[in-house]
C-alpha cells in the first residue's frame, strides 16, 4: 500500500509499505479520507508529545470501511463504514486502529467531512461543556476561531447559547467565523485586549494559539472567567503570571482531548455520539477549506503551516 512515511525529524514523503495485519482488539480499515490537524505538523517534526518511533505514518483521524477484525475483537461487522481517532497511520490506503474507538459513520456524511469531524468538534465538545462548563449567556472569545478547532467552538459556542466573540486575523477569516455563529469579530491584528474590553470583557477564552494573543485576551477576563488551553499553534508557550489568576479569581484549564482516550474515554465517546445526533438533525455544519490528494500531503500541511486554511483541511485517499 502507499503511505505518507515520517522516517526521521522532518524527513517525511510517500512510500510502499506491507498492509498491516489487525491485532486483537483492532479493526483494519480501508481508508477514505485523512483529516489533518496541527499535531500532524509538530509529529513530521518530532516535537508533538505522543510521536510515535521512526518509521512511522501520521494522520490521527480517518474515515473509512473496516476489512478486518483481529482475533477475539468485537467492533463494527466488516463492510461497516466508520470513523475513527487512531493517534497516527491515517496518511495511507489501509490502516488499523482501535476497534472500539470505531464510530459508524451516518449514510449521507462525506467521507471527506467525516474524516476531519471527530477531533475539531469534540475537543471544542468536551472543552466547553465538560471543562470550562460554559453557561447559556455567557460570553465566550475563541482565538484563532477560522482555524480547525476554534471555528468548531464558535459553532458549537452560539449552539450552547453563549455570546460568542470570534478573534481571527483578517476579514475573509473572520467572516467565515461570522457564518459559524459568532455574534462579535475582533481581528487579531489589532489590541485584542482593548477590543474585548469595549465589548464588557470575557467569562470563557478558548485559546489553541498561544503567545501574545492569549497574553492580550487573559488581561480581558471577568472575574471568576475561565481560560482553556486547547494548544499553542502559533509556536509561543506563555508562562502565565500567577498572581494575576489570583488577584482576578480566574481559572486557566488545561485541556488535551487526547488524554481523556486513556484515562476517560467514555467522555469522549460519548461527545462523539452526541455530536453525530446533532449533525443528523442538520445542527452542525462542518467547514472544509482544502481537500487534496494522498500526493500532495506535503502541500496539504503547509495549507495548516502558513494559516492559509479555514476550518479543516483533508486528504483525500
Known sequence: MRAFTVTGKEQAGLSERPVPMPQEGQALLRIEACGLNFADLLM????????????????????????DLGPNTKGPAPGTRVAVFGGSGGLAQKGVFPAAHCVPVPDDMPAEIAAGFIVAYSTSHVALSHR????KGERLAVLGAAGGVGLTAVELGAQMGAEVIAIARGDDKLAVAKEAGAHHLVDAKGDIRADLKALGGVDVLYDAVGGDPLRAALRALRPEGRALLIGFASGDVPQLAANHLLVKNIDAIGFYWGGYLTFR???VLDSIAALFDMYGRGDLRPHVSHVLPLEEVAEAMDLIRSRRSTGKVVVSI
Do not use: S
Open 44 to 67: 513530521v517534526k518530532g516535537t508533538y508529545q505522543d510521536t510515535p518511533e521512526t518509521p512511522f505514518v501520521p494522520g490521527m483521524e480517518v474515515c473509512g470501511v473496516v476489512e
Open 132 to 135: 470550562a462548563r460554559l453557561l
Open 265 to 267: 474515554p467514555k467522555i
